[in-house]
């Protein structure tokens, strides 16, 4: 039910009342309560209810009913009423039981729906959304995060306590705790509307420190939740939640020194302090035009970004070429308390984000020198103005496993020979299935057609 949807639902405001929920079913009454007495979404269980052409009359009103399934119990419902037809329709949860809703709820639903392009968000709104059922609580944000740009602290709604929670179990083995009480709920997917790879990596990663398991998992999982965190739109973490996110990134940052960077950005997003100098961002801003001096005398144009041991470096040269190097910490063999090793195998990601297009991720091999990793890539500069950013954390080439083939073969397209080899190094250690010695086959396949 919480994916995306199959046709993108139209939010008119002569359509103010439609299903939340992706799915629905049809009421009749028996014996005083409602009784769901149709298939799901009437048969089309697997498009999304919000989208069925029946819900583009806007005659559909908002209301709440005592409903049942089968043999289960009758509860306050959202539904949805047609005056006209004299017919009603449920909505309905993950296991298709009716969605519950207070009298307040649903008068609170009914508000924000004939205000969805700006919908209220007074104290009196977050007293009662806090207090509906989560599957309420989660189908409006998660709508209202989908079709608007809703007030941030509609999101603070969410269970953040049980998320603080699970932090408080991380942060304390990361201090030393031996052993901590597992939570006794699951996170679930209750807090997708807020912000994705959020819950879900923190859960993994808690239930891993708590089961031992091996540095590879952990430093998987770390890596997730700092990825997601780097993109979560902070104002919708409550601040008490958000503080302990950002200390929790601290904490891995030293825990794994190529995590570090990372970690320091996630911290400044989601705990901003004052400013005593730059951004820890490794963000590298260009023309497609070089500056007049370059272009006189044929040189490149170069510009860095540090924070503390990382760089991210640009060359951009007249020939419309920008060549990107990046340089970061390398992690001792010695340090027992290290996630990774750099005789793994690393690549870092960084993104490039024109000014008029879609962005392109690109993966650098680094290769170990005395005291550090180096990388280096070079592209084709695009035709407007591009940024280059490189925060996201390094992982080792088996890592790369979730990403399509595809997606990598633009990075070995722009790799140098030397470069190729640390690719053609890692396959050979990975299964043939892998996306690295995939990419590395449709590399060799697009040069053949060319």
């Known amino acids: 039910m919480n994916g995306p949807t199959m046709n993108a639902p139209s939010t008119g405001d002569t359509v103010p009342h439609r299903p939340l929920s992706a799915w629905v079913a049809r009421l009749g009454v028996d014996e005083g309560a409602h009784r769901i007495t149709g298939p799901v979404n009437d048969g089309a269980e697997r498009t999304d209810a919000r989208t069925l052409p029946l819900f583009q009359d806007p ?69 009662v959304l806090a207090g509906e059922s989560l599957d309420l609580r989660h189908a409006l944000l998660y709508r209202l995060a989908s079709e608007t740009t809703a007030p941030p602290v509609l999101f603070h709604a969410l ?55 091996g540095p590879a998992a952990l430093r998987h999982e770390a890596v997730s939740l700092l990825t997601g965190l780097l993109s979560a739109p902070a104002e919708r973490i409550p601040g008490h939640t958000a503080q302990r996110l950002a200390l929790l990134a601290d904490r891995l940052g030293r825990r794994d020194p190529l995590l570090r960077h990372t970690a320091r950005v996630v911290a400044s997003r989601l705990h901003p302090g004052p400013r005593t100098g730059r951004p820890p961002s490794l963000s590298l801003r260009l023309e497609s035009v070089l500056p007049a001096a370059a272009r ?84 084709f500069a695009p035709q407007d103005r591009f940024e280059l950013v490189a925060d996201e954390p390094p992982v080792p080439f088996a890592a790369l496993r979730t990403v399509p083939a595809i997606e990598l073969v633009p990075s070995l397209h722009a790799s140098s020979n030397a470069t190729l080899r640390l690719w053609e190094t890692a396959a050979s250690a990975l299964p043939p299935e892998h996306p690295v010695p995939v990419a590395l086959r449709l590399r060799l396949e697009d040069i053949a057609r060319r």
């Open 59 to 127: 005659a559909w009103r908002r209301t709440g009913l005592v409903a049942r399934r089968d043999g289960g119990p009758a509860v306050p419902a959202l539904a949805l009423s047609h005056p006209g037809r004299g017919i009603s329709y449920v909505e309905l949860d993950d296991h298709g039981r009716p969605l519950p809703a207070s009298a307040d709820g649903t008068d609170l639903v009914a508000r924000i729906e004939e205000h969805w392009e700006a919908p209220p968000a007074e104290p009196d709104v977050l007293r």
């Open 159 to 213: 269970p953040w306590s049980d998320l603080d929670t699970v932090t408080g179990n991380v942060l304390a083995v990361l201090d030393g705790a031996t052993s901590v009480e597992p939570p006794g709920f699951e996170l679930r997917h209750w807090f997708t509307p807020a912000a994705t790879r959020l819950a879900g990596p923190l859960a993994v990663l808690e239930r891993g420190m708590r089961e031992g398991r």
């Open 296 to 379: 006189r005398t044929e040189r490149s144009y170069g510009t860095t970004a540090e924070d503390e041991l990382f760089e991210a470096a640009a060359e951009h040269t007249p020939g419309g070429r920008v060549r990107v190097t990046l340089t970061l910490p390398k992690p001792l063999r010695t340090a027992e308390e290290s996630w990774i090793d750099a005789s793994d195998g690393i690549v870092a990601p960084f993104v490039l984000r024109p000014a008029e297009a879609a962005p392109q991720r690109y993966w650098v091999a680094l290769r170990s020198r005395e005291s550090a990793l180096l990388g280096v890539i070079e592209l």
